[in-house]
């Protein structure tokens, strides 16, 4: 008996760290394993020169970063431009996909005529492969037969080099971005509006509130954990960004339009780049885990307030 | 579900016996890793050669492994060489990657088997010269055997050029312009050349090697891009989507390039070779095709340049193979490069067969008399000139492709000081190798 409850003490202990043991082996090897790793390789320069493979790495403390903010270096030019590129694209994400996805649901929160096919063709970008999207749109794009040009010409004005002029294709990566985004952020607004009362919105009415008065104080507090969730991976998102621009141009002209992530991808191939490729992973994932911390601690802390 | 699992299973392991029944006969496996930049079903056809030479070579067997893009199959190599993986034995890789590997002494010179074989000198010699510019190494080594090669030419809308009055291509780019200038309209450009998109440098090479002085040459530490040639030839491409006004600034993007060439939107296109067969199958007008007229005439009146393309077959050693595979790897290799294969598959490809005798062999040897077109590509050769390649290859293209967006699109005004910056930035790298 005593032995019985001996047994059942010591799986209830052992069982939990058994059940996670998968996972925890997992993300350790795949995650924090390789983030220690790239800590230290950002310290080293590769061997350069002939037969380096054979040849051990030099340390060089900090120099790996001091290149990537060097805007005479060939990495730093291609870096901090890229950098630049990602906080433009992760915000015109933030302040447009997010209030238009907010905006839709809205709109698709009321009951309508044909409401679930609304619903589905808003939200449809989101369940397309993101690489065969932005094929679709490079076809858009294109300067001489794209649907974009055809509208623009048909209207009387000169077509635009979409993917070609350097003032113009980061743009462009962002109207494909927020029309992929702005349905999927739509599903996660619906769901939050479904979950406020209809007693609240009549007792407001009892009140006089007007539509926008409603909207204003009660529906955008109310959705406010919604609306800092959205955010946050919209923001996250965006420092992922990788596929589109393998078919809208490859970051191009003259990484007018390249993005963090996919610098990086650009630069593996190479022994003499990979000290900087982890220098600027390294940043890459100060960001994000910056933005990401200190979301979830407001998020926290408003969660404590209610 | 369990019962079909167990199937599966079953049918698994039992396939597994009998593919390694199959290779257990075999003394040697060879395993060869090749990319497709086409629509052409490559796996099919390097499955149907392994065959063959299976048939011819009894006790080898070569296992073909499709591996992507160029560029998925280079990170593919490199990733399972650097991780300490066996790697390929035979690959198809750009035939600009030369250095990238050299360097890593992943792969080993031709040059070795080519001197140990009977008649190595002839087999090698066979190979037109401008298609070896890219296998040999400043000491005049050969390391990788040209295999998918490929050059830029020009495609001519004959019908607007006989319209607008000309009843042959243009020789030089002062007729280029001219021709291009002719055949300009509202609605249509009249040259396109692809220099947007991320790779100008390929197309910009033409007009570098035309106007006198290749960004390379046989030194893979040295890099010539801020000369006056060099400087002088983006600036005309420049020019073409400005002053010249005949086509749209900042060049056109390589995908849509053929695309507005067979509706009509453009006179004339400069292109690969490898989308020969389909533009001349695509197209409802008379297609023309010729050298690439990139610079001024010369003391012929001619303007012509161009640089290679495509892919080359490399072979994998770190020292560790025995001679017997080594043999085995190398009957591969020559049964690849030779006019039987390579006729057949310029024929069934587009890419340009790498042997002049390959030439006279069938099928390549009816297709070219049908369709003369094919002979331009191998003709251009006598005017072409090596692919960009060096040490440190890929970083330094990327400045250099980097500094010609830069150029073109306008951003850079002043070609001269954005190329002297570019080739400063590209000394630094090379300096390790010098």
């Known amino acids: 008996m005593i032995a019985g409850a001996w047994r059942h003490r010591l799986t209830a202990r052992v069982l939990p760290y058994l059940l996670i043991a998968p996972t925890l082996v997992l993300v350790l090897m795949f995650n924090v394993l390789p983030a220690v790793n ?71 929160n009321r009951p309508q005529q044909l409401l679930g096919v609304w619903r589905f063709a808003v939200f449809y970008p989101a369940l397309l492969p993101l690489i065969g999207a932005a094929s679709i749109w490079s076809f858009i794009f294109s300067d001489s037969i794209g649907l974009a040009n055809a509208v623009l010409r048909s209207l009387g004005q000169p077509g635009l080099n979409w993917l070609g002029d350097r003032n113009l294709v980061l743009l462009s990566v962002i109207i494909v971005n927020i029309w992929k985004q702005a349905g999927y952020f739509m599903i996660f607004f619906l769901a939050g509006l479904q979950n406020i009362a209809r007693e609240l919105y009549e007792a407001a009415a009892l009140d006089g509130a007007g539509g926008f008065q409603q909207f204003l104080w009660l529906t955008l507090p109310l959705l406010r954990r919604t609306l800092l969730f959205v955010s946050v991976i919209s923001f996250t998102f965006a420092f992922q960004t990788v596929e589109q621009l393998q078919a809208l141009g490859e970051g191009g002209p003259a990484d007018s339009a390249n993005l963090l992530l996919y610098l990086i991808f650009q630069n593996i191939a190479e022994r003499r780049n990979w000290g900087y490729v982890n220098a600027m992973t390294l940043v890459l994932i100060a960001v994000v885990l910056t933005f990401t911390l200190g979301n979830f601690l407001l998020f926290e802390r408003s969660e404590n307030d209610r | 579900m369990i019962a079909i699992c167990q199937r599966t299973l079953v049918l698994s392991l039992l396939l597994s016996l009998f593919i390694g029944a199959a290779y257990a006969q075999d003394d040697i496996v060879i395993d060869f890793y090749f990319p497709s930049a086409t629509a052409n079903d490559a796996e099919g056809i390097f499955q149907r050669y392994a065959d063959r030479f299976h048939e011819e070579n009894p006790g080898i067997s070569v296992n073909p492994v499709f591996t992507g893009s160029y560029t998925d199959t280079r990170n593919t190599i490199l990733t399972e060489l650097q991780g300490g993986g066996a790697g390929p034995d035979v690959a198809v890789m750009l035939s600009i990657d ?337």
């Open chain 1, 38 to 108: 790239t800590v230290n390789d950002s310290l080293y320069k590769p061997a350069r020169g002939l037969n380096a493979a054979g040849k051990p790495p030099q340390f060089v403390r900090l120099q790996n970063f001091a290149d990537i903010l060097d805007d005479s270096h060939y990495m730093g030019q291609r870096f901090l431009r890229s950098f630049r590129n990602t906080l433009i694209f992760a915000l015109a994400t933030v302040l447009v996909a997010v209030p238009l996805g907010l905006l839709l649901a809205l709109l698709l």
């Open chain 2, 98 to 434: 030369l250095y990238s590997f050299a360097e890593e002494g992943y792969i080993t010179p031709a040059q070795a088997f080519i001197d140990a074989m009977d008649g190595g000198e002839a087999y090698a010699s066979d190979f037109f010269p401008a298609l070896m510019a890219n296998s040999t190494d400043a000491d005049g080594n050969i390391w990788s055997i040209p295999f998918q090669r490929s050059t830029p030419i020009l495609y001519y809308n004959a019908d607007l050029l006989a319209e607008a009055g000309y009843d042959s291509p243009p020789t030089n780019n002062a007729e280029l312009v001219e021709i291009a200038q002719a055949l300009t309209t509202d609605d249509r450009h009249g040259l396109l050349v692809p220099v947007a998109g991320g790779f100008p440098i390929w197309m910009y090479q033409s007009f570098a090697i035309a106007f006198g002085h290749n960004i390379v040459g046989d030194d893979p530490a040295e890099v010539y891009f801020n000369t006056p040639e060099a400087v002088a030839a983006v600036e005309f491409v420049r020019s073409l989507g400005t002053d010249l006004g005949v086509g749209p600034a900042g060049g056109a993007a390589w995908g849509d390039t053929p695309v507005a060439f067979l509706a009509g939107q453009a006179g004339m296109i400069y292109h690969t070779t490898g989308n020969l067969t389909r533009i001349l199958s695509g197209a409802d007008f008379e297609v023309g095709v010729w050298y690439l007229p990139s610079g001024p005439a010369g003391e012929d009146g001619t303007g012509y340049g161009s640089p290679t393309g495509g892919g080359n077959l490399y072979i994998f050693d770190d020292g560790s193979k025995s001679q017997a595979e080594l043999d085995a790897i190398w009957k591969w290799v020559t049964f690849l490069s030779s006019p039987a294969i390579q006729a057949d598959w310029g024929a069934t490809t587009g890419y340009i067969a790498a042997n002049a005798s390959a030439w006279e062999t069938e099928p390549l040897a009816s297709l070219s008399m049908e369709h003369p077109q094919y002979l331009v590509a191998r003709d251009q050769l006598q005017h072409a000139d090596k692919e960009f390649s060096s040490y440190g290859t890929i970083t330094i293209q990327g400045i250099i492709n980097g500094t010609l967006e830069s150029i073109l699109t306008g951003e850079s005004a002043d070609a001269q000081a954005a190329m002297d910056a570019a080739q400063a930035q590209i000394d630094g790298i090379l300096a390790d190798y010098r």
